[in-house]
């Protein structure tokens, strides 16, 4: 089970401390991955405490697929498949809850074939292109251990927790990349509403962005 104390913000030295000294980290980081080598590093460390549960590992918004890379790196010899999720050229609906600063969200257009190429070299991944959670369906049978949701806006990021939460194992992990970010106010948003009243409190991470701990409060995990 992952100690929420190590990810947490009061812990960020040391946590850098740790990723500089971490050379098979700095080896599988890829540098097309928009998320900061930090985030990539929680998300590293917490997919290492999981390799050994049930369940499966999603991503929702892969852009050039470099979070995905490293999700893929960490389950490569293991018996778990990454689903990921993008709309690729699709256009987005939903910008109500984003500020127009220029980077909504439509400025990360890349090709499905362009992200299978770079991840072709993985034989357990699965791609599946298109609005979530218009393709949420062809994973509805399955359990999940970690799932990284990435995907900038209100209505994707609350359709995530409506689709994942029920999926989690008890200890898997749901990591919001834009939740707090001050260009994203949907993402903090849509997880504020999706977590009120569970007994899940949403940690925020010492990378930036804020992760749930499926069965853990701040309580039980002696926050
Ligand atoms: C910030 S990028 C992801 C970056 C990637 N995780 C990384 O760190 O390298 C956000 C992605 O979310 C995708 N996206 C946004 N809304 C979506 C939706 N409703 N369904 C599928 N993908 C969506 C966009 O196409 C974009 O590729």
């Given at each position: 089970m992952i100690n929420v104390n190590n990810f947490l913000v009061k812990n960020k030295n040391k946590l850098e401390e740790d990723m500089n000294s971490d050379g098979y980290f700095k080896m599988i980081?890829?540098?097309?991955?928009?998320?900061s080598d930090l985030k990539g590093y929680v998300l590293y460390k917490s997919l290492k405490e999981l390799v050994n549960s049930p369940g499966d590992v999603a991503e929702i918004g892969i852009y050039k697929g470099g979070s995905a890379n490293l999700l893929a790196e960490c389950i490569k010899d293991t018996d778990k498949t990454l689903y990921l999720f993008d709309s690729f050229d699709e256009v987005i609906p939903d910008t109500q809850f984003v500020p127009d600063d220029g980077t909504n969200g439509h400025s990360f257009h890349y090709t499905i074939e362009e992200v299978q190429k770079k991840l072709n070299?993985?034989?357990?991944i699965t791609i599946y292109p298109g609005i979530f959670p218009s393709t949420a369906?062809?994973?509805?049978?399955k359990i999940f251990c970690l799932v990284h949701v990435d995907c900038d806006f209100y209505a994707p990021i609350l359709a995530c927790c409506e689709f994942f939460y029920p999926r989690m194992i008890d200890g898997g992990i749901m990591v919001?990349?834009?939740?707090?970010f001050f260009e994203t106010p949907g993402a903090t948003r849509a997880v504020n509403e999706f977590f009120n009243g569970k007994i899940e409190d949403i940690f925020l991470s010492s990378a930036c962005g804020g992760f749930v701990v499926k069965g853990i409060n701040k309580l039980n995990a002696g926050v």
């Open positions: 980081f890829d540098r097309d991955a928009v998320i070299r993985f034989n357990n369906h062809n994973v509805e049978d919001f990349d834009d939740y707090e």
